[in-house]
């Protein structure tokens, strides 16, 4: 039984990772040329509307700390191409920061503030209100890391380091939440049942 239990949860993070290669791809190759058409500031430096951190907030609902693994794995391969020069520790820094963030955060909403953002094992629904906040604050932690990051390796000037964060906030969350919705839709809808 356990082992089945591996089996599938090794399977959906392998899905995972390809879904989210995939919606990258989608992302660099048909949105981001899209969003460069119309002209504005904020699609200059990021997505208004980035898929893969939709995937990628699916991804840790669905496998909680085999997240960790999910975006060890993924981040870092889209970190090399998305940046092209980066070396290793650049990629695993930010792959690491990523892994870490999802789950410690939840693990302190659920420990100090009773907030169970996901629902629980029993009852495992969620509100989108809720699944916004959670990823707002998720983003924000996380792209503040990554402004630094990339001010420090010279990727982004310190100048546009608030920028840069405001940008990758903006795009992060209205992704994620854009994928949750529609899976929350066709939750509702009862196309997906959760056990």
Known sequence: MQQNNLIHTLALTALFV????????????????????LGWEITEKASIFYLPAGVQLL??????????????????????????????????????????????????FESNARWHVFGTEHQPDFTVTGVVIFQTLVTLLISLIVAAQGVMLGMVEQAEALQYTIHYLIGDVIGAVGVMYAFYLVFKVGLIKLR
């Not at 990523?98 to 410690?104: H, K, Q």
């Open 59 to 108: 991804a840790f609902y669905f496998l909680r700390w085999w997240f960790v693994a999910f975006a060890l794995v993924a981040r870092t391969i889209i970190y090399y191409q998305f940046w092209e020069t980066a070396s290793w520790t650049d990629a695993a820094f930010q792959a690491i920061v990523v892994a870490l963030t999802y789950p410690l955060l939840l693990r302190v």
């Open 18 to 37: 390809v879904m989210y290669l995939i919606a990258f791809q989608l992302q660099r190759y048909v949105v981001f040329p899209v969003e460069s058409l």
